[in-house]
């Protein structure tokens, strides 16, 4: 089964600057059909999680752009150009290129300095 | 708009079955590609898939689970369906349906019912 690592396990950021998570995977996410199966999530508190990011780097609709998608194979990263307060919560990554079994990994929390 | 909801039991106690109904909008289950994902979360704790009914009425399960589980869908209801045997205060957590776009992923979810097992 493919597990997936994310890091930090949480982070505080000062608004206004950049934050960085990490997500690996203990196997290749590059699909013979040539898509990655990567996706990125954020769960506000109290509330369901929301899709940022699909196919490694694609904002789903209404992501604000200061959101961004990376990586490759095995190594994966979701960045946030500049923090705002509304940004706070756990982000998860979670791969499906076994599909159609889902991978979720264990989480992120984002805090405010 | 695609909504999902999610209603059931908020408490089961331990050994019965649970009965969760996913009712959704702005969707068919007709429709090639879609799917109605379950996934649940403990408190305090990640997400975990457990299940997921294809239109076409192919079904996958969570090997961890997969002898406790059966999704099903009323297309004409635009519901789906999942029970889950033998509920046990390890299976207390959130359980979340979710629509699956042709791409493979979760793109909308619904808010999440909790369920406590707890006799």
């Known amino acids: 089964d493919i597990v997936l690592t994310q890091s930090p396990h949480s982070l505080s950021v000062t608004p206004g600057q950049p934050a960085s998570i990490s997500c690996k995977s203990s196997q290749s996410l590059l699909h013979s059909d040539g898509k990655t199966y990567l996706y990125w999530y954020l769960q506000r508190p109290g509330q369901p999680p929301q899709l940022l990011i699909y196919d490694v780097s694609n904002r789903f609709s209404g992501v604000p752009d200061r959101f961004s998608g990376s990586g490759s194979g095995t190594d994966f990263t979701l960045k946030i150009s500049r923090v705002e307060a509304e940004d706070v919560g756990v982000y998860y990554c979670m791969q499906s290129i076994q599909l159609p079994l889902y991978t979720f990994a264990q989480g992120t929390k984002l805090e405010i300095k | 708009q695609i909504t999902l909801k999610e209603s059931g039991p908020t408490l089961v106690k331990p050994t019965q079955t649970l009965t969760l109904t996913c009712t959704f909008s702005?969707?068919?289950?007709?429709?090639?590609?879609?799917?109605v994902g379950w996934i649940r979360q403990p408190p305090g704790k990640a997400l975990e898939w457990l299940a997921l009914i294809f239109w076409d009425d192919d079904k996958r399960y969570s090997p961890s689970l997969k002898n406790r589980l059966t999704i099903t869908k009323d297309t004409s209801k635009n519901q789906v369906v999942l029970t889950m045997t033998n509920m046990g205060p390890v299976d207390t957590a959130t359980y979340y349906c979710?629509?699956?776009?042709?791409?493979?992923?979760?793109?909308?979810w619904g808010q999440g019912t909790l369920v406590t097992v707890s006799s």
């Open positions: 979710a629509h699956r776009i042709v791409g493979a992923y979760f793109d909308y």
């Open positions: 702005g969707f068919s289950l007709s429709t090639s590609g879609v799917g």
